[in-house]
């Protein structure tokens, strides 16, 4: 794994890169999980650019992330898509991870919009439900593992940022509204990101409802802590793909389940996120 910290260089080459294929100012950042790829074919005038092609920039390598940008409006805002996102357990380093974060406060993004395909703890829970995301457990972070591990770069935020409202309580309020309206099965709870890529035992499903957890990922936590640390505003939705009971002997989650899931979650998250962008303004 690299130990590379990046610098503010770093980062602005990576945007210089961004800003030769388009002249579009993105105001909001949408990461797109496991499954919900196709939440950014409606993206008009879209600029699609491979990870590939933009220096340092984290190539996802699992199945269901295609790996490109596309830049273009939706509901009328610039938008900046990220198909696809790199994880820890594929062998980034949490700076990495937090990338493509740093490229977006360099571009001017205020908004960033993170979804991910989580499996639900709560027992409430069904797969096809959406959780807003209240709060999160930064189990990594409290491990050693958190991306502002380094250097500090003053000129995005402070060496000890708060993560108090992490999840921007405004957005969050709009994002339940539009989700009662829309009568989308949903709740707001908090995610916790674990390293992956194993799925959990039964205790660990038993631990995780002890700390408090109602849904289980292996993302998002590090990309909205660098997200915080830069001031942009957070909503966080998860698209419960399938459901954990803890009971030995249950069934074990799989990868296909969490992209069948998908096919139903797109829709709603689509409803719930087209709702925030008609409601922001910059
Ligand atoms: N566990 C961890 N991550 C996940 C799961 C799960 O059950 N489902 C989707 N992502």
Known sequence: MTTKFFTMQDFQAAAAAIRQRTKLQPKVGLILGSGLNALADSVENATNIPYDEIPDFPVSTVQGHVGRLVLGT???????????????YEGYSMGQIGFPIRVMQVLGVELLIVTNAAGGINRTYHAGDVMIIHDHINLLGMAGQNPLHGPNIAEFGPRFPSMNDAYDPELRRRALEIARQAGIPHHEGVYICLSGP??????DVRLLRIFGTDAVGMSTVPEVTVARHGGMRVLGLSGISNTLSGEAGSPPPDHEEVLEAGKLLVPRLETIIRGILTSVSF
């Open 74 to 88: 939706l509901e009328g805002q610039a938008v900046m898509v990220m198909q696809g996102r790199g994880h820890f």
């Open 198 to 203: 194993s799925f959990e035992t039964p205790a």
